[in-house]
């Protein structure tokens, strides 16, 4: 059974900082590229970082570019997400996602996804 669980989340004033995670289990994790993607309050979901299947390629939304840093472990099966300087508009839910091809901004080529984790930036 495919999972990705994300955990790491909560409320942070603007300026902090968090470091998400995401544990995979039921597929091979280092055959696939993975990314984060976002969701605001009333708004679609969007790309944040993906990275590829040995980590050597990353890349960013424009506007997180410079603040967040997508990394994995693959002997862990784990994917991160360092999120520095938080602003209120990283304000929503963060899912992890995994694609067999990459690496891609394009939330449809995103075959297994995570449940989410809430982050909340305020003072």
């Known amino acids: 059974q495919v999972q990705l669980v994300e955990s790491g989340g909560g409320l942070v004033q603007p300026g902090g900082s968090l470091r998400l995670s995401c544990v995979a289990s039921?597929?091979?994790?280092?055959?696939?590229?993975m990314g984060w993607f976002r969701q605001p309050p009333g708004k679609e979901r969007e790309f944040v970082a993906t990275?590829?299947?040995?980590?050597?390629?990353?890349s960013y939304a424009d506007s997180v570019k410079g603040r967040f840093t997508i990394s994995r472990d693959n002997a862990k099966s784990m994917l991160y997400l360092q999120m520095n300087s938080l602003k209120p508009e990283d304000w929503a839910v963060y899912y992890c996602?995994?694609?067999?091809?990459?690496?891609?901004?394009?939330?449809?080529?995103?075959?297994?996804w995570g449940q989410g984790t809430q982050v909340t930036v305020s003072s």
């Open positions: 990275i590829s299947r040995r980590g050597s390629t990353t």
């Open positions: 996602a995994a694609a067999l091809a990459g690496p891609t901004e394009a939330v449809m080529a995103y075959r297994y």
């Open positions: 039921g597929f091979t994790f280092n055959g696939y590229y």
